[in-house]
């Protein structure tokens, strides 16, 4: 039996899950999208005389987030009407609110241990039967569902979108050993026919499939620049525009995943190979560099390339 999902939770409302937040209001199912509550107030706050347990304080990261949806470009939203169906909010206050979402997805950062401190929340507070998934790059789906209850382990899985969500066709869907396989067929048929993605069910392996061979080929291809003293440009160049894929370039394309999120999908794999493979999933010093300045691409308006597209980084 295939199941309906009429509405959805996004846990974590960055690059990933604010786009994938749209992409299902885009197809009109309402979203909940939960992000943490902030530490600190920012100075605007305090001028205003907020306090930390201020809503707009408490949902000030998913609310900026949802906002700007309206900015990005390409638009990831197809209307802007469509922003209606995202509530914003936050883990705390929220959460209870999680039993009604059929379909809850967790798009926070790159770190099992967060995934699963959430995953330990969701466990408590979801329906039984709900969908849970994750949009990891590579994690193990295993071992995320660890010490999780046997309703949830049978109703999760991963669910690996790409950047931007509403452009990327393929979607990885990651079933673990435990996962119902009705579950499985059920999330396969909504994202072909409700979302419009190109399903590919992978082995819950290091990265999964595409980033596998993705971030292999991005680290080779840094690898062999710096060798040969050719710049970002030159690079971008010969792996974008000129070979007929302007969207793709290789640093464009990091800039756009954002760097703290591609070391963190690389180091994922450094952990788990042996020998050669391992030489070739270590991330450069260069990089580890940008991201201690906190050049992390586009989210953070810097990383290879300044807003208006000018190259900035120069090798030595
Ligand atoms: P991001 O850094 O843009 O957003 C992460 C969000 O999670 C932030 O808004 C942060 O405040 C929130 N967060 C952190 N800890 C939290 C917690 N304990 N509870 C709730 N929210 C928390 O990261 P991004 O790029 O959106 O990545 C999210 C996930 O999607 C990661 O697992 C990443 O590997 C995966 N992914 C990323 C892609 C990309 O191109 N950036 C592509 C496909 C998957």
């Not at 899950?17 to 920012?42: E, M, R, Y």
């Not at 660890?146 to 869907?173: A, C, M, Q, V, W």
């Amino acid at each position: 039996m295939v199941r309906k999902i009429r509405k959805a939770c996004v846990i974590g409302s960055g690059v990933m899950g604010s786009g994938i937040a749209a992409h299902l209001a885009n197809v009109g199912i309402p979203v909940l999208l939960l992000d943490i509550v902030p530490k600190d107030l920012t100075p605007e706050e305090k001028e205003k005389g907020l306090t930390l347990q201020d809503k707009a304080v408490r949902n000030r990261i998913a609310e900026t987030n949802k906002a700007k949806l309206l900015k990005q470009k390409p638009a990831p939203l197809t209307k802007k009407e469509n922003l209606e169906l995202i509530e914003a909010g936050n883990l705390e206050d929220d959460l209870p609110r999680i039993r009604e979402a059929d379909w809850i997805i967790e798009a926070v950062v790159e770190n099992l241990e967060v995934k699963r401190s959430v995953f330990e929340k969701v466990d408590r507070y979801r329906r039984p039967g709900s969908i849970v998934s994750s949009n990891t790059s590579g994690i193990s789906v295993r071992q995320m569902a660890e010490g999780r209850s046997e309703d949830f382990k049978r109703h999760f899985l991963g669910t690996h979108f790409f950047n931007p969500p509403r452009y990327l066709k393929l979607l990885e869907i990651i079933p673990a050993e435990e996962t119902d396989p009705e579950v499985t067929e059920t999330m396969k048929t909504f994202a072909e026919d409700v979302l419009g993605k190109g399903v590919v069910i992978a082995k819950d392996t290091p990265n999964f499939i595409a980033n596998r061979i993705g971030t292999y080929g991005l680290l080779v291809t840094v690898r062999e620049m710096v060798k040969g003293g050719y710049s970002v440009g030159e690079v971008d160049s010969v792996t974008g525009p000129l070979i007929g894929r302007p969207k793709s370039a290789t640093f464009r394309t990091l800039d756009v995943v954002g760097l703290d999120t591609f070391v963190h999908v690389a180091n994922n794999v450094y952990h788990q190979v042996e020998g050669e493979e391992k030489e070739v999933f270590k991330v450069p010093d260069f990089v580890l560099k940008m991201l201690e300045k906190g050049w992390l691409g586009a989210k953070s308006g810097q990383g290879f390339y300044l807003k208006k597209g000018k190259e900035i980084f120069e090798l030595d």
